[in-house]
């Protein structure tokens, strides 16, 4: 349970696409608060009256340091997830089901690609994804060694 509501197996490993994109975001942030301070430092070391800065460049170095330990703590974050998704993974006896799990929650594939992938249909993926994800629900709260 998280939260008060319990976590589905689908819920927990769709965790790590959105701290992936969450990091992604957070990345960009940063990428803007940086072209923000150049500009603002160029502005500054050129005396440029026609194109002030409109924001401290105390206020934005403050943002960029911000943004940067929110990220790390993501990163963190994503790091534990991982590990932990993987060693539920790693117990499980189906190699179908691990792969099938391996492909859609880290590296992203649809149900579509995967099926592509392993040559089944579609409809065979989706069926043996939701098997997959029910052998997965044991293994989480420390489920069957």
Request: proline residues 3%.
């Given at each position: 349970?998280?939260?008060?509501?319990?976590?589905?197996?689908?819920?927990?490993?769709?965790?790590?696409?959105?701290?992936?994109?969450?990091?992604?975001?957070?990345?960009?942030?940063?990428?803007?608060?940086?072209?923000?301070?150049?500009?603002?430092?160029?502005?500054?070391?050129?005396?440029?009256?026609?194109?002030?800065?409109?924001?401290s460049l105390a206020?934005?170095?403050?943002?960029?340091?911000?943004?940067?330990k929110d990220m790390?703590?993501?990163?963190?974050?994503?790091?534990?997830?991982?590990?932990?998704?993987?060693?539920?993974?790693?117990?499980?006896?189906?190699?179908?089901?691990?792969?099938?799990?391996?492909?859609?929650?880290?590296?992203?594939?649809?149900?579509?690609?995967?099926?592509?992938?392993?040559?089944?249909?579609?409809?065979?993926?989706?069926?043996?994804?939701?098997?997959?994800?029910e052998e997965f629900?044991?293994?989480?709260?420390?489920?069957?060694?």
């Amino acid at each position: 349970m998280k939260g008060g509501f319990i976590v589905t197996p689908k819920r927990y490993l769709e965790q790590i696409q959105v701290l992936e994109t969450k990091i992604d975001l957070k990345r960009d942030q940063i990428i803007e608060e940086r072209t923000r301070a150049q500009s603002c430092t160029t502005a500054m070391s050129e005396r440029v009256q026609t194109s002030p800065c409109s924001d401290s460049l105390a206020n934005i170095i403050t943002r960029i340091c911000d943004f940067e330990k929110d990220m790390a703590n993501m990163i963190n974050e994503l790091i534990d997830l991982k590990q932990d998704s993987i060693s539920k993974i790693d117990k499980m006896n189906n190699p179908d089901y691990v792969r099938i799990l391996m492909l859609r929650y880290f590296k992203g594939y649809s149900l579509m690609q995967i099926a592509n992938e392993m040559n089944y249909s579609y409809s065979h993926i989706k069926r043996k994804h939701g098997w997959a994800l029910e052998e997965f629900k044991r293994y989480m709260n420390d489920g069957p060694q």
